[in-house]
């Protein structure tokens, strides 16, 4: 029986994923907030499907569930992070971060980094970061992270996707002999929730999304494919079950060493 991670699995993909490998006989832990989506899947795989409430908009919540994961689960097969919120207008958390700068990169780094050791006693241990892989290094907003002015919901998704790419860069540099593969994936256009606060002309974009998007479980497949069977190199890269280069500049190490040093400056003053 494996154990699975699954951070936004009350929803969407991740939900998916999660009813996957609860009914194969895993054991799956999905993190989320809606209280009445998690309890319905609790109860949905009896011993083994647990979940565990939590905003990862907040690092203090973030660190206490990822300690409560290493306590309970001393090895851990998979982590798989498909928590995302979009956001028309910026908002910071209590904290004083930029709401999906938070979620969408700080909690993927805090949940990679952080369950590293309960993944490295797996027999084929894998971190899959569901997000948007490929973009060019321009995606990201350098000199303003956390979008303090000229904020937008679309881009700070796609930074985030970009941040995520570099972040898997650095995780598999600095885990030189580590086993813990790191996928970075795009599922494409997804009928999902596409949860999210918008604003009226994102609403009606994304409620075409929620239409036209490809079937949930046509998106899942390949991420199974991943998860089941992990791919030999540290760090890989699909765009929607294609493989993608990991090299060049989109992936410049150089970048993602600096991303990873802002990161753990800001983690460690709070
Ligand atoms: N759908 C697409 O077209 C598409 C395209 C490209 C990439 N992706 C990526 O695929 C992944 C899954 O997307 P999806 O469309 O399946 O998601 P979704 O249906 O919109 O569901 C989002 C999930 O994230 C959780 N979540 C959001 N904010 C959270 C927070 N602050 N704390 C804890 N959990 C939070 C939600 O749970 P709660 O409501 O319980 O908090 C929910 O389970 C995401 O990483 C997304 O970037 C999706």
Redesign the pocket.
């Known amino acids: 029986m494996k154990t699975i991670v699954i ?10 994923l999660a009813d996957t490998y609860v009914r194969r006989g895993d054991r799956v832990v ?6 009445v ?2 309890k319905k899947f609790q109860e949905s795989g009896g011993e083994r499907s647990h979940f565990i ?6 690092l203090s ?1 973030n660190r206490e569930v990822i300690d409560e994961l290493r306590g309970a689960y001393p090895v851990i097969d998979a982590v798989v ?6 956001r028309s207008f910026r908002t910071e958390t209590a904290e004083g971060i930029e ?1 999906t700068f ?3 990169y700080l ?1 993927r780094f805090l949940f990679g980094h952080d369950l590293r050791e309960s993944l490295e006693r797996a027999d084929s241990p894998v971190i899959v ?4 892989p490929g973009s060019d290094l321009s995606a990201a907003n350098w000199k303003d992270l956390q979008f303090t002015r000229h904020y937008s919901g679309g881009a700070a ?1 796609g930074q ?2 970009k941040l995520n790419d570099l972040l898997g860069v650095s995780f598999a540099e600095r885990y030189p002999q580590g086993r813990t593969r790191y996928v970075l ?12 606060e918008y604003d009226p002309g994102t609403l009606v974009m994304v409620e075409g ?1 929620r239409r036209y ?2 079937p ?1 479980p046509v ?1 899942a497949e390949p991420i199974i494919e991943l998860i089941d069977s992990p791919p030999s190199t540290p760090l890989s890269a699909y765009v929607e079950g294609r493989p993608i280069p990991v090299r060049g500049r989109p992936f410049d190490p150089e970048a993602a060493r600096s991303l990873d040093e802002y990161t753990r400056t800001l983690l460690a003053g709070r």
């Open positions: 951070t936004g699995g009350t929803a969407g993909i991740g939900r998916y999905v993190i989320g907030r809606n209280t989506a998690g409430e939590a905003d990862l908009d907040l919540r992070l498909c928590a995302r919120f979009y709401a938070a979620h969408f909690s970061n569901v997000a948007g998704l985030g996707g994936v795009h599922p494409g256009v997804t009928a999902t929730s596409q949860a999210g999304l998007g490809k949930i998106a």
